[in-house]
């Protein structure tokens, strides 16, 4: 963590290694969550990254929220990339897990007359839900049962607590449709790749 902090204290004097560090996040944001489902191509969890975060990050630019300084990119930028990393390696392990051993339940469905996306659907769209419960109920406690290290060093620096807790607010509730919209993009990945090889 000392290494990461004076590595970033040094990147950040400069806009073009800024840009630099952040491709390298996303890089092996993106390798981590390759590895970890294993059966996707790289883009693919790219894609839902990118996806969940770029929105987020284009609000929070066009409303003024996020200075443009290259410190407050790293962080900002490398918190949107590390939340859609968990997500969607959660999200893609489940996904993989539950097709596989619940492939009765889809061939019963197909044997109903549904449609191969809407068969797999039954089955993943619920286990994709879970990879939100972690920040879901992170976001339901927080303040009573943890203070989370924003809202503390902010209070530390001076800001108030209702300043604090605002400016925590605001990241909690982006950082939750991050997560959303990149485990929606990966899981309609997965219906629309199964149901073009399934195709004659």
């Known amino acids: 963590m000392i290494l990461a902090a004076l590595l ?16 390298l996040m996303f890089a092996i944001a993106t390798l981590t969550c390759t590895r970890c489902i294993g059966t996707l191509a790289w883009w693919v969890p ?43 390696n959660l999200a893609g392990r489940r996904l993989r897990q539950e097709l596989d051993q619940r492939a009765g339940e889809v061939e019963a469905a197909l044997a109903l007359g549904f449609s191969m996306r809407d068969a797999r659907s039954l089955v993943a769209r619920p286990v994709a839900a879970e990879a939100l419960l972690p920040g879901l109920d992170q976001t339901r406690t927080v303040g009573t049962v943890t203070l989370p290290g924003a809202f503390v060093g902010l209070v530390l ?30 899981a309609a990945h997965i219906d629309r790749r199964v149901c073009m090889r399934a195709a004659p």
Do not use: C, K
């Not at 970033?8 to 491709?23: D, E, K, P």
């Not at 003024?64 to 407050?72: E, K, T, Y």
């Not at 001076?158 to 919209?181: C, D, H, T, W």
């Open 8 to 23: 970033i204290s040094q990147v950040s004097r400069s806009g073009a290694l800024t840009a630099v560090f952040l491709g």
């Open 46 to 88: 790219a894609a839902a990254i990118a996806g969940g975060g770029l929105p987020a990050l284009a609000l929070m630019l066009g409303f003024g929220v996020l200075p443009l300084s290259p410190l407050a990119m790293i962080a900002v930028i490398g918190q949107l990339i590390g939340e859609a990393m968990s997500a969607v």
């Open 157 to 186: 620096g001076g800001a108030s607590p209702l300043e604090a807790g605002l400016v925590r607010l605001i990241v909690l509730v982006n950082l939750m449709a991050v997560q959303a919209v990149a485990v929606s993009l990966l």
